[in-house]
């Protein structure tokens, strides 16, 4: 089944591509999209007492970035009347970039403070200039009126991850993700958390424009994330950013109803000019786990209208395997069973092949008042990874079945039913009648494919594609405006070999391709800003606009077999592709929802010291009416320019949010197998629509919006221009949550009656999940962070960077039934509540050293017993890089330089696993790494 991905809006996409390629264009000098470094020229420095001009693009609803030295001039937009500001924070005069001309940045990740020391000391002390948050005067870090991350490309190389998710959370500390070995198709998407909420609550941006969510929905995500659908950010090379924007604030006002956590921007490198180039090799202490990058960017000069900025990154990464034997295989080894393989069931990193990603950035000037830009990416890859042992004595369904007794018997199928000879019925552990039915032509017994056994293997290939076009500019009264069209596309084609659909008997396959799902998002904005004089110590900036939005997911039928019900049925074997079921003719299809927002952003200095902002949208949804979000924002300056305290600032925020649920939520049937904790034994569970039968039998319905209240309050103080501080308190009250239910049980009656409406493999279902609104949460939090700049002349810089977060959730209600014991323990235990980073960098002429310390407190793991803590964690990374004559770079470094490892499991031979699934920081051992980057 196949389904297009462009809808009305592509039409407007189109006409605005053709406008942006073929129209005789002049210099460029904006930067095409909100996010993008190069800015129009800025207005002339204001005075020392008013030293931060209030809005040079007062209605660019994503304003752009600081002047970038490397993209050529801009031509002149009228300035708007300067805003006085805080001396403290001015930013000083632009300097010349690097060999990869690229803008200055922040060398400081995970601090929303001062920048800490870098390679370059003019780039440092360039205090950069934000995008998120404010629709009015790009604001620095510390001028924000919510907590800000801003985190340079060149600070984010800095480590063994080639993995954008992994790459933040070393920076950002209330940002949470795992390796998750074996966890159905979140293996494939890794689930990330930003302040302990699921992964779509957290609204994805590139270059200022709303990122598709990845068609992959997490069915096993550790009771955070179960059933969420959030945005790939592993598509994202690092070598095509220029920065990431990392808003640690309920935004739903401002951005959409979901952005309930935060906002992440991803801001596209735009020199015109200039080619880099990296090489990188790793792998792992124990000798596994070989990671190879290669990835370069080319900046284009397209005649002097515009640019075009092109980035490729090819990557693999190999397995890795922390396993010990099973119990069970090790037992079987011993009673004589060779065919056993050791480890029996692998857990570790899966393989990541064919990884490539591709973006392209580029900008027109139509004239002097009107711009064109263009963007989009293409990214592949394909995964691979574990699942769970088939033991071949105990396994139902394919190999055994057990008696009302609790006997075990072999599970054998007649293949001549109808000539009046049955075959023999074979207890476990009888090897002579087990032999004479391998046999036997007319019986069959799964232990002739599979003597020792078997362990699926579960993957799949990703495939990502987005374009965005849009045409901006200016009108003579100052009133900004921007008009953009935008299609994103996420694909994820499932493969799982080394199976059986066990109803098919002999003639099963032993690879199939269970099926596919696709997420299509499409975006049409119109956005309009305009600075109006009031009579306040700055105009009031007035934004608005409008957002359509069309969101389709899409289930594609899986090859025949994986889905069959074959001859053996009724004899006991079970249907489908063992481990994965294909998606059947019933279960495919393409489920849509439509909305439209408006908004409307006020922001201004009431007086010198008191900036305020008000921020409301409306939304209209096809299928859940229409809902109204607001966000209020202030910032009080206390005491400035001092010469020990040159700045103390209180902020804050209060906010609502708004999250319908998902297509694909509401609409997705899936099948897979998990431990269940309270007997560590497999089962089958079955994740239904609500609106199912079976699950309305049990408390299932249709699913209501999640509904949400945020407030922050936080301080920001410097001290003798090198040392700032920022501690933030958050507070976020979510209502309805939608997430999957506790796990019901599925009685004879109920497997039959789920069979008859279409889901596949029923009657081998033991259990079953729905989606639903059953809970309200409340997460708090503390972020602090501290910055020190230090330049020691001659003996070069040293920066200082220590982050940490402090983050509880609790749940406030919850249906009893539905939501159970062990799924609480979860929600509230198994983000870390304590995380760490601390960071030194030291810089002497063309030498820098890195030193890391990353902290996590205690977590559980679903696969052990559910009320079970594993103990905090700390690792360290180092890193030495030296610049040769200003164009080679050759970087060495180690990443969990002492080996740590999470706590091993009591009960680890029970699964063959060793180490918690789970651990934060993962459980693979020490990684070293060489890096090889040049500048041309």
């Not at 209180?650 to 319908?660: H, S, V």
């Not at 030498?847 to 360290?876: A, E, K």
Request: net charge negative; hydrophobic share 35%.
């Amino acid at each position: 089944m196949s389904s297009p991905i462009c809808g009305k809006n592509c039409v407007c996409l189109l006409l605005l591509s053709v406008l942006a390629w073929s129209h005789p264009l002049q210099a460029q000098d904006d930067a095409p999209s909100a996010p993008e470094e190069p800015a129009p020229e800025q207005p002339p420095t204001p005075p020392p007492d008013d030293p931060e001009p209030s809005d040079p693009d007062p209605a660019d609803p994503d304003p752009p970035a600081p002047t970038n030295p490397a993209v050529r001039p801009s031509p002149p937009v009228p300035p708007a009347e300067p805003t006085p500001s805080d001396a403290a924070e001015q930013s000083p005069p632009t300097v010349p970039a690097g060999p990869e001309q690229q803008a200055p940045a922040p060398p400081s990740a995970a601090d929303e403070a001062e920048p800490a020391p870098g390679p370059q000391k003019e780039q440092e002390e360039m205090e950069e200039l934000v995008i998120v948050g404010s629709r009015r005067l790009t604001r620095s870090r510390i001028d924000t009126m919510a907590p800000m991350d801003v985190i340079d490309v060149g600070q984010l190389n800095n480590q063994a991850a080639i993995d954008m998710n992994s790459m933040l959370r070393t920076f950002v500390p209330a940002f949470n993700v795992n390796q998750q070995p074996i966890s159905d198709a979140a293996t494939l998407v890794r689930p990330a958390n930003l302040r302990g909420l699921p992964p779509d609550m957290t609204v994805v941006l590139v270059n200022g424009k709303r990122r598709h969510r990845a068609a992959v929905i997490t069915f096993i995500g550790g009771g955070v994330s179960d059933g969420a659908q959030g945005a790939d950010l592993s598509v994202i090379p690092s070598i095509a950013l220029s920065r990431v924007e990392v808003l640690r604030d309920g935004a739903a006002a401002q951005y959409g109803a979901d952005a309930i956590a935060g906002v992440m921007n991803f801001a596209l490198k735009d020199a015109p000019d200039g080619v880099t180039l990296s090489t990188q090799y790793g792998r792992m202490y124990e000798g596994d786990g070989e990671m190879m990058k290669f990835a370069g960017n080319w900046g284009i000069p397209l005649t002097d209208s515009g640019f075009l900025n092109l980035s490729a990154e090819y990557s693999t990464s190999d397995p890795t395997d922390r396993s010990v034997q099973r119990a069970d295989a090790a037992e079987l080894i011993t009673g004589g069973n060779l065919a056993v393989r050791d480890p029996a069931q692998v857990w570790g990193r899966p393989s990541v092949t064919d990884n490539v990603k591709l973006f392209f950035n580029s900008g027109f000037d139509i004239n002097d008042k009107v711009h064109t830009y263009l963007f989009g990416n293409y990214a592949h890859r394909s995964v691979l990874g574990g699942f769970y042992f088939r033991n071949p004595d105990t396994r139902p369904g394919v190999f055994a079945y057990e008696d009302d007794a609790g006997n075990l018997f072999r599970l054998v199928g007649d293949l001549t039913p109808d000539d009046g000879v049955d075959c023999p019925i074979v207890p476990v552990g009888d090897n002579v009648l087990l032999q004479q039915v391998i046999d036997d032509p007319n019986c069959f017994v799964f232990n002739e494919m599979f003597p020792g056994g078997f362990t699926p293997q579960f993957g799949g290939d990703i495939d990502d594609v987005s374009l965005v076009a849009g045409i901006k500019g200016q009108f003579d009264s100052g009133l900004r405006w921007d008009l953009s069209a935008g299609v994103g596309q996420s694909n994820v084609v499932f493969v799982i070999k080394n199976t059986v659909n066990a109803s098919l008997g002999p003639q099963t396959p032993v690879k199939f391709n269970p099926g596919a799902y696709r997420q299509v998002d499409q975006n049409l904005n119109l956005d309009l800003a305009y600075p109006l004089e009031v009579g306040f110590y700055s105009p009031i900036n007035i934004a608005g606009g409008f957002e359509y939005r069309d969101e389709r997911f899409i289930v594609t039928e899986g090859d025949r077999k994986s889905f069959e019900i074959g001859p053996l049925f009724d004899q006991g074997f079970s249907i489908g592709s063992n481990g994965f079921p294909g998606f059947g003719y019933d279960q495919e299809g393409s489920f849509t929802r439509r909305n439209l927002a408006g908004y409307l952003d006020l922001e201004s200095d009431i007086f010198s010291r008191w900036r305020v902002g008000l921020a409301g949208r409306t939304e209209h949804f096809d299928s859940f009416g229409t809902t109204a979000t607001a966000k209020a924002s202030t910032r009080v300056k206390l005491f400035e320019e001092g010469t020990f305290l040159e700045l103390l600032a209180l902020r804050g925020t209060a906010n609502t949010g708004f999250r319908a649920p998902t297509p694909g939520q509401a609409n997705v049937t899936n099948v897979t197998t998990i431990v269940r904790p309270l007997d560590n034994t497999l089962v089958n569970r079955g994740t239904i629509p609500p609106t199912n039968p079976i699950a309305m039998s049990k408390g299932g319905k249709e699913l209501e919006p999640e509904r949400s209240l945020n407030f922050s309050g936080g301080l920001i103080a410097k001290f003798f221009e090198f040392l700032t501080l920022t501690g933030d308190f958050y507070y976020i009250k979510v209502k309805d949550r939608i997430s999957q239910s506790a796990t019901q049980i599925l009685t004879p009656e109920e497997a039959l009656a789920l069979e008859e409406s279409g889901v596949p493999g029923a009657s081998d279902l033991d259990e079953f999940r729905y989606y639903t609104n059953a809970f309200d949460t409340i997460t708090t939090g503390v972020d602090l962070i501290s910055t020190i700049s230090l330049d020691w002349s001659g003996a070069g810089q040293t920066g200082f960077t220590l982050a940490y977060n402090w983050n509880k959730t609790k749940v406030d209600d919850y249906i009893t039934g539905v939501i159970d014991e062990q799924r609480i323990f979860e929600l509230e235990h198994w983000v870390p509540r304590h995380r760490f980073v601390g960071s030194v960098t030291h810089t002497i002429a063309d030498l820098q050293l890195l030193g890391r310390f990353n902290y996590y407190g205690s977590f559980m793991d679903p696969q052990s017993s559910y009320d079970f803590l594993y103990g905090s964690q700390y690792t360290v990374d180092a890193e030495l890089s030296y610049t040769i004559v200003d164009t080679f770079t050759a970087v060495f470094g180690v990443e969990n330089l002492l080996d740590s490892y999470p706590d091993e499991q009591d009960n680890m031979t029970l699964l063959g696993n060793r180490y918690p699934q789970n651990a934060p920081s993962g459980a693979y051992g020490g990684f070293w790494y060489a890096r090889l980057d040049a500048h041309f």
